[in-house]
């Protein structure tokens, strides 16, 4: 009896398959695990600048991430392992954790990766199907929402923070509800301490936060807002990258830096996609600068603050949320370039890589229709030999 | 060497394709001798390319045939297939084919008699100063098609480059390369016939006339380089290209040497450059040096899990049973025996399925050699396919528009230039089926598009119907109208007479009518006599051919066993005498002018009366022709299996059924009933 004899009562014995039979080694989870790998230098220099608070804040972020999958997944009636194998959960609570400030509440943190992960993603249909990144998504979400809480649990970058902002010094002001001015302005003192070498005067501690105020104050780019609106921004001194707290910004941009080449090693990021962003960037920045320098700030200063180097590395490059084609995703970085340089200038909000992710994502679909591939064989004459 | 491009071409300049991966090599028999396999105990083979819609089946069951005589005549773009060894037909009938979904077509089986005679061979020994077509014809009639894998037929290639291109054959292109992993014959064959190839390769020459003879061989086969340089002194230029998949593909090769891009909507020998298989060149040149018809092939056989591996020489027909057992197949569970090379073959659902010109390698890997397929994840957009795609398409695209069955939006994204070659489905992160999706694509496309002519050709006949139907409308309406004027005339006449006059004129309406119908009488039956006799005759030999056929028809219905009940054997008498004289009065339409129409309808009545009263005879019996007795009410069809790649993504089928829990489900009224 032969196959069409048998009408379905011989079973299948030899296996069958679709063609091609051979496969090449790059899987979703060996990406995914190996963006997730060259994060982990940032992720220490974090914890080095910015305390355990980092720490949490990823544990916070993975949990819940991993609790919204399963939840997901089985609303979904797919098989659990398969569909929490993708590990691309644990990417969006990495960035997030490098993202939201160090010492935010725990209950703000799981919100921001309910939204990122079963408003961001899953309503859209999962891997692969969202329009936005979760991840700025997310922390745009509570940067709209709540943006008192953001300002006031921003740590000031210190070298040897974790000393100060310890595990549970962190657990204390992250799940017990403690203020957080304390530690802050601990690890503030970091840098005075750093700077003047005068240790018994910090363990003082009641008398210094004047002289805090006025070394560092709000974040660079909050001043720089403020300046700008009462155009005195060319007056405003540029930013000192010899100081201890300045130096954070750039051991960050290194370690994103390394985790970039990695990528870009294992072929996982397009090396043309950050080269176009960055490129870009830097015209964009002198250029602007140069004409108008009560607008737009130096181009230094642009890189280095507000995770410019992150959004080039890991967030433009998320192949989901750009563009499709291979010339609509250079039009992609240069728009996402564009927009950050701008926004800096205009925007009302000081997150302005964020914003500018998420614009550059709406339009990515209508990149996508206007760019497309020419076709095999353009260019052919009939007996053209 | 008149442009420069043919100049660089000559010069041996190397272009590069779009696209291309590196899949691992698994060449481990290329140092293989060839071997020849025995004489299987049953040679099935299939005609479904060898017959053509006009082709015909030049032997019967019980014929004894020898090897290298012709079974079929072959029409169209087909060309006839030879028996591969000496025996006896056994059957003509559906066998299943070398196909995925394990298809059934006509097959011939012979049984070998083992003595394996051959027809003597017709070697044409001074082809040299042979003409083209000669040699044309002798490829075409030997059965020679591209054993490369897509069996082109060699001799419309040629033909096509010789007539279709602009100014003739510029470049021919022998194609070495091979790319395919795992497949090792057209290597060895480079390495064991290497003079052969040549003198197949210089029969080419000259019959195309090239400016440039080129051997393309990929740079992994050093023995098989060597070989050819040698071989092809003075004939052809042996360039080394980088082993890339698909190089060996026609376009990306023409691509690599020539840099040029053909599209896939134009045939390659029609911009004057030929491309041909180095097995098919060796068929060549066994056909007309030797004046051996194709009856045989190389193929590779490799895997895990044969005890050994190698090349070997088998005839068309051979069954891949037969091949596995004498390589000793030792099976793991769910064993994939792939016919084709890892990249492009399929996995077949029997083994008993025989080998035919297009089969270059049997593949039975070990689970461990080349890993089952996983279960799909969704796409993450990582533009890997597109960036290996050699037919410059975005494939994730075409796949996800392919998936939402959106055809047009498919087609759009060039699903037609897609040549399955596998580079998506390799490199994809989410192990994707997308070659799978697009076979699928590409299936239900040549259906829509097969249903749109035949919708077109449907409209068109039913314009043409209503047109008719309008027209005779319209002529009736005129006929109506004038008889009613006509009555209304004649109304209106007698309307203004008195009833004297009326009378009168009814009289002598009468009289009149009265005197027409006598004349017509007499005249009936005076021409009677003369003109109707042969009127009758002819009539009389239209029923006897009428009854002749319906005979025949009662016949073979009897055979086909409809005529079991009487009844309806009375009523398809009737029904087919009235169908009959139906059609005899169609085809005496035109020679008739209107006015007898009806006459002749009137007639055929008295005709019928003459039928019936006729004895038949019943003992003479009538011989079949035409019709084949068919045994289709017996025996229904089959039923067809379904094709397993044409399930788009086997794996997708679990996530289908893909509900809310119960718990979440909103109660609706008819739930709750």
Known sequence: MNISESKGVVRQILGLETAPHLKASMTTQKIMLIVLLSLIPAFIVAIFYFGFGVFWQFVNCTVTALICECFVCLLRRRNLLHYLSDLSYLVTAMILALTLPPLLPVYYSVIATVFAIIVVKAVFGGLGHNIFNPAMAAFIFLVISCPKIMGTTWVVPAPFAYGQASLSATVDVIYKGEDPENLKHLVEALNLSDNSNDKEELQQGQGILEKLDAITGATFLEKVKTSRKAKTLNELTEADFSTSQNQAYIALAIAYLVGGLILIGCRIILFRMVFTFFTSFAVLAIVLHHFYPSVFYTFTENLLYGGVILCGFYIITDPVTNAGTAKGRIYFSILAAFLIVILRAFGSYSDTVAFAVMLSNACAPLIDVLTHRRSFGIGYKKGDL | MATPLLQKIANGKIWKFFGGIKPQELKDTSNCVIETLKIPSLITIPLSRHLGPEGEILVNVGDHVKRGQPLTVASGRYVPVHASTSGTISAISKEVLPHPSGYTDLCISIKPDGLDECEPYNPISNWESVDNNTLLERIRSYGIEGLGGAVFQTEAKLRSALDDAKDGCKVLIINGCECEPAITCDDRIMQEQATDIAKGIAILNKILKPTVTVVAIEDNKHKAIQAMEVACKGVATVRVIPTIYPSGAARNLIKIITGIEVPYNVHTSECGIVVDNVGTVLAVKEAIID??????????????????????????????????????????????????????????????????????????????????????????????????????????????????????????????????????????????????????????????????????????????????????????????????????????????????????????????????????????????????SGEVNDESQTVERIKNQERKAIEISKHEGHMDNPLAKARLEQEALAKKLQQEKEAHKNDLPFNLRRQAAVRTDTLNIKYYEEVIDNNTTHALVGLEPNDALQNPERKKPVAQVLMSAQFDKKVENNKLPEVLKKKTLRSKK
Do not use: W
Request: with cysteine.
């Open chain 2, 291 to 532: 004046g051996k018809p194709l009856t045989e092939r190389v193929i590779t056989v490799t895997g895990d899990n044969f005890k050994h591996q190698g090349n070997v020489r088998v005839r068309l027909g051979t069954s891949v049973r037969f091949i596995l057992s004498n390589f000793g197949l030792n099976p793991e569970y769910h064993q994939r025996v792939i016919l084709g090379g890892p990249m492009m073959g399929f996995t077949l659902p029997t083994i008993d399925v025989p080998i035919t010109k297009a089969a270059s390698c049997v593949l039975a890997p070990s689970s461990k050699q080349i890993p089952k397929l996983k279960q799909q994840t969704n796409c993450i957009r990582c533009g890997r396919c597109a960036r290996v795609c050699p037919s410059r398409l975005v494939p994730y695209q075409m796949y996800s528009q392919s998936k939402a069955s959106n055809h047009a939006a498919a087609q759009k994204c060039g699903i037609k230039d897609c040549t399955l070659c596998g580079a998506c489905a390799y490199v994809c992160p989410s192990f994707i089926p997308l070659t799978a999706q697009f076979r699928y694509e590409k299936a239900v496309e040549k259906h829509i598009y097969e249903a749109e002519k035949r919708n077109a050709r449907a409209k068109e006949r039913i314009a043409a119907k209503q047109q008719r139907l309008h027209e005779e409308e319209l002529a009736r309406q005129k006929k109506k109208e004038e008889a009613l004027a006509r009555i209304k005339a004649q109304k209106e006449a007698e309307a203004k007479m008195t009833p004297e006059e009326l009378q009168a004129s009814r009289q002598k309406a009468l009289e009149e009518a009265k005197a027409k119908a006598k004349a017509r009488k007499e005249a009936l039956l005076k021409g009677a006599t003369t003109p109707l």
